[in-house]
């Protein structure tokens, strides 16, 4: 099959991951395009037999230019199997409010786009001290003592689950 992985990325994280289900297709004998949506806007969608749309989460909302994407070939995506990957620090615990509150931010986010995804999964993401600025260092110091996580400050602290990635498309699409 051709496939499209469509991401948008602020940190670098969501890209990885982009990257990191490429591979998996590709060891599965599929053809794989990888795409940040900023750079989408030539492309034709008629050449896909499926999709995978990943965005971020920042402050509640997802990367405008991912809504943008799906907003714009919705009637399309709503024709093939897709996948949402929705990559946020709030999955990397367990807390029932912040499921829900992903749960909202996704339907909200497949809401306004009129996109409906095959399959929705939320996925661990990562603290990227060596990506963030003064304030966000200091926005991010504050999350994680809040939540009682040791990080490192000086680096990366990765969360995302590899493994249950690849389980999740080991029978997609
Ligand atoms: C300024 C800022 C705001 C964030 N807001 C949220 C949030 O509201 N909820 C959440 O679960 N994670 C939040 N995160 C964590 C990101 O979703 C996480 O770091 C993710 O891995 C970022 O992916 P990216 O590197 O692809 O942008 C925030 C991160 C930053 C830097």
New binding site residues.
Partial sequence: MNILICYA???????KIAQFCAGQLIAKGHSVEVISAGDADELDLGVFDAAILAG?????RIQSELGDFARTHAAVLNGMATLYLQ?????AGEEET?MAE?AAIASRFCADSGWTPGAIHQIA????FT??DFF?AW??RWIASRKGQEIDLQGDTEYTDWAELAQILSDWP
């Fill in positions: 990325s602020t940190e670098g994280q969501t890209r971020s989460v920042h402050l509640g990559v946020s620090l709030a999955r912040d992903l993401g990562a603290f990227r990506q963030y966000k926005a991010m």
